[in-house]
């Protein structure tokens, strides 16, 4: 039967993270999922039924409605010293759409693409799919977990293509400053290695703005959605940024797969840009209270080391017990606590847990007691 699937799907596997899942029950406090708690702002959500009562229920143009294209690029401008214009957006179904269309634009013969490890599930698959190879770059706990640039620049062969930036980072919530930005644009230029920089946690930051790869460089492909910024992770829409030779091509692709982005959702989506931003704010400080209490509660507990994360809405804290992070994530849900083990993001990942603090504080409050209370009856590493 699978002898008639195509080799390159036979060899994914699909993502273990949901075992987590079949192991909790009903009342498990959930930190293991990566999505806000937040309904999207009511405003927006009549937007999107006024949309589909008025009768905007047909295909749209295939890049995405003009206004939200004009309205997101307005939005990043910013970034660009105004040089971004509605030519150089195209409007996706979610950043997920939009990261595989640049694979299949770009990714070809075996070309190599550089991932962050441990980082987002997506990356790696979609850059086989395509034909590619995915090569990943560390992120560790003591370099703060942003890329080594020195490591990078070992690992640029002259098959090298693409590499995937995320900051701020799942599942780390790490944020690169400027500097950071700038050293591996330096070396990105230098070998003419296209950008793919996702930045779809760029409304969640917490210790001063969001610093984007579009800022400081043209050969970047930038990433965002509306998944995260407007708590709408089941509308599917993205939105890509990129000079318009890039966008001519990946239309095509577009065309060819989704034909367009969803259109009422898009004339909601341009209300959510345009209209006023004060939910974004009152979601981001929710989430740095969240945060602060989390890391305190983690590095309370004897053997566990977590960075405070700069941005997103992981926590990501190495472990000293004698145990692997799978199982520990195992006992961790069958005693009611969710989260899901860090060597789910890649072989770097081993030794973390991933704690995403999209939930209240109550629940936060009784996921870290059972971790603390699970964790006492593990001896530490010797
Ligand atoms: C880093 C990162 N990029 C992209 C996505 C996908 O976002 P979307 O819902 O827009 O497809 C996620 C979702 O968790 C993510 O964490």
């Not at 034909?131 to 640039?149: Q, W």
């Not at 400081?216 to 990129?242: E, P, Q």
């Not at 929710?286 to 209490?293: G, L, M, P, Q």
Request: negative net charge.
């Amino acid at each position: 039967m699978t002898g008639k699937v195509a080799q390159r799907i036979r060899n994914l596997e699909m993502s273990g993270i949901r075992k987590m899942f079949d192991l909790a029950s009903s009342n498990s406090v959930n930190l293991g999922l990566g999505e806000p708690d937040f309904q999207p702002p009511s405003h927006v959500v009549e937007a999107l039924v006024d949309a589909v009562r008025c009768g905007h229920n047909k295909y749209a143009a295939t890049l995405g409605i003009m206004e939200l294209r004009d309205a997101f690029a307005k939005q990043i401008r910013g970034y660009r010293n105004g040089d971004v214009a509605a030519e150089n957006i195209m409007v996706t179904v979610g950043a997920s759409q939009g990261l595989m269309a640049i694979n299949q634009t770009f990714v070809e013969g075996g070309d190599e693409v550089l991932v962050p490890n441990p980082g987002f599930v997506i990356y790696g698959p979609q850059a086989r799919l395509s034909g590619g190879r995915a090569v990943g770059y560390s992120l560790t706990h003591e370099n703060g977990f942003v890329p080594d640039i020195d490591e990078l620049q070992s690992l640029i062969t002259p098959k090298t293509k693409m590499m995937v930036m995320n900051t701020p980072g799942n599942p780390t919530g790490a944020t690169m400053n400027r500097e950071q930005i700038k050293a591996v644009v330096e070396i990105a230029e230098d070998k003419d290695i296209i950008i793919v920089a996702d930045e779809v946690y760029d409304a969640i930051t917490y210790d001063g703005g969001h610093n984007s790869f579009l800022q400081h460089s043209d050969n970047v492909i930038y990433v965002n959605s509306f998944s995260k910024t407007y708590a709408m992770t089941g509308w599917r829409l993205g939105c890509l940024a990129t000079k318009k030779e890039y966008i001519d091509q990946l239309m095509k692709v577009h065309y060819y797969t989704v034909a367009c982005p969803p259109t009422p959702l898009q004339k909601a989506a341009v209300v959510a840009l345009t209209g006023p931003q004060d939910y974004v704010e009152t979601m981001r400080k929710e989430y740095a209270k969240r945060r602060d209490y989390i890391v305190g509660r983690i590095n309370d507990i004897e053997g566990f080391d977590c960075l405070k994360p700069g941005g997103a809405f992981y926590a990501f804290p190495k472990f000293d017990h004698d145990i692997e992070d799978v199982e520990l994530s195992m006992r961790l849900a069958k005693e009611g606590l969710i989260c899901t083990p860090g060597s789910a993001f890649g072989s770097m990942g081993r030794g973390h847990l991933r704690f995403a603090y999209s939930a209240s504080l109550d629940n936060i409050a009784r996921g870290m007691d059972i971790l603390e209370r699970v964790c006492k009856e593990i001896p530490l590493r010797k």
